[in-house]
């Protein structure tokens, strides 16, 4: 078999994070009854008028200006022709001649430290459409057109990755600066960053590219992933067995793990592409493209770098925090109060991932507050509850914003703290467990762990762990 190398590109549309749609006032929130967020503009009825969302067009230069692109100052929007039941007017509103964003780059750096950058061809705004549901059992299908005008962008990039390495590195640079400005959530499980690939096979060594196919229908990395390792696979069978790949749209199946054929691949010729004659040109003065500029956030590298300098934390926890411009914000306001960034990482990358795992959440959907956060660390370090309290007190606030304080003395979670109190349990746990007593003194250490539990209990929980520990070792060894 000869030696061969993908070469992948990819289109990836992400839904903007605005209260409305692209050319109506229709809400953009997610689910909601089919068909509930719907006018006459973007369910298409004869006569109406798209008026454009000028947020969009923040949104889309700030993820232009972010990825290193050259702004289109004077841009406008064409019609893309194509006839399909999701697609109410029989055309999507997009930009082909003049897209917002140009020639921009993501540099991103993958696990063996190597750096790499990605060019990116373009971004342009267009509207998205509907949605087809399909019932299987009746043999029908419905129209959903509640996404029908949800504002979207298209990140259009140069064929420069050569892994899915590559890939999901450049999916996930792109996602944590989109979630920083803000203009996302990107959340791929609910169609809001979605990732179209072009892949082809060739010879190594080779400057032609083969042909490529684009594939559809990937709502995880890891399914991106999958479906890369397993197109690459499937073209370099065909080429091996004397056969050509041919150009087409698939759609991928996470859960069998195969691709078919979807249609044949189209050109822009096949759209009839022609300016929209129902929206003016957008022009961007040099005043709006400078305040745009001047909002560019704090990103995830310039964060890194202060925090290093600003709170010694490890370089893991650094990394940790900076993935998510909402545990970053977390972090960032909790120490603020408690002042102590070490005790509020390890919250934050232990406990909360946890509860976020166990939960199916994403970080983005943390309501606890950071007063919360610092009162129970500064409880905590002052012995008033001891550390299975101080996680029982955290569970609370993660499902409810409730008074921390009040939460504590309501549910009696206060340490025992009192020598004498602790003293005579610790006496009595002792003289109700003589073979563990006997085992410790025999030499096994791990004996007192046994005690000490039987002692915690016996106190609901809420003695000092340190003092149980003192006590018993000072009565065992007398």
Not at 434 to 455: N, R
Request: aromatic share 8%; with cysteine.
């Amino acid at each position: 078999m000869n030696d061969y190398e993908v070469v992948i590109g990819l289109e990836v549309h992400v839904e903007l994070a605005t209260k409305t749609k692209i050319f109506c006032g229709c809400s953009t929130e997610f689910g909601g009854a089919p068909n509930s967020h719907t006018c006459p503009v973007c369910t298409g009825m004869p006569g109406s008028l798209p008026v454009l969302n000028k947020k969009v067009v923040e949104y889309a230069a700030a993820v232009g200006l972010a990825t290193n692109c050259t702004i289109t100052q004077d841009c406008k929007f064409d019609r893309k022709n194509y006839f399909y039941p999701d697609n109410p007017q029989n055309y999507q509103i997009s930009q082909l001649y003049l897209p917002i964003c140009r020639n921009g780059h993501v540099d991103v750096k993958l696990e063996d430290g190597t750096e790499k950058s990605i060019r990116i061809h373009e971004i342009h705004m267009e509207e998205d459409a509907g949605k087809l549901i399909h019932d299987e059992w009746e043999g029908v299908s419905f129209v959903d057109f509640n996404r029908s005008g949800v504002p979207l962008i298209e990140i259009v990039s140069e064929p420069d990755m050569r892994s899915a390495e590559e890939v999901i590195a450049y999916l996930t640079k792109l996602r944590n600066i989109i979630q920083y400005l803000g203009a996302s959530d990107c959340k791929l499980q609910e169609g809001s960053m979605r990732a179209d690939v072009n892949l082809s096979v060739r010879e190594r060594g080779s400057s032609e590219f083969g042909t490529r196919t684009e594939t559809k229908n990937l709502n995880s990395f890891a399914a991106i992933e999958r479906a890369i390792k397993a197109e690459t696979a499937r073209q370099i069978d065909i080429i091996e067995a004397g056969d050509k790949v041919v150009q087409e749209t698939r759609r991928w199946n996470d859960d069998k793990e195969y691709s078919y054929a979807m249609r044949s691949k189209e050109d822009a010729q096949d759209y009839r592409y022609f300016p929209d004659p129902d929206l003016v040109p957008i022009h961007i003065s040099d005043e709006w493209l400078e305040q745009l500029k001047a909002k560019q956030p704090e990103f995830k590298e310039e964060k890194m770098k202060r925090y290093k300098e600003e709170f010694g934390i490890p370089d893991y926890d650094i990394n940790m925090i900076t993935d998510c411009k909402k545990l970053a914000d977390i972090f960032e306001a909790t120490t603020a109060i408690c002042n102590k960034p070490k005790k509020v990482s390890n919250w934050l990358i232990a406990e909360t991932m946890r509860i976020l795992k166990e939960k199916e959440m994403d970080p983005e959907d943390i309501t606890f507050k950071p007063e919360s956060l610092a009162k129970i660390i500064e409880l905590a370090d002052a012995g008033t509850i001891n550390s299975n309290a101080a996680k029982q007190v955290f569970e609370a606030i993660f499902d409810e914003d409730i008074d921390v304080d009040r939460y504590v003395e309501e549910k009696g979670l206060k340490q025992v703290n009192d020598e004498g109190a602790l003293k005579a349990t610790v006496e009595k746990v002792i003289a109700e467990n003589p073979q563990s007593v006997a085992d410790y003194k025999a030499g096994k250490e791990k004996a007192i762990g046994f005690l000490v539990g039987q002692t915690m209990k016996a106190m609901q929980g809420k003695a000092n762990p340190g003092m149980v520990n003192s006590l018993l070792k000072e009565l065992l060894n007398k």
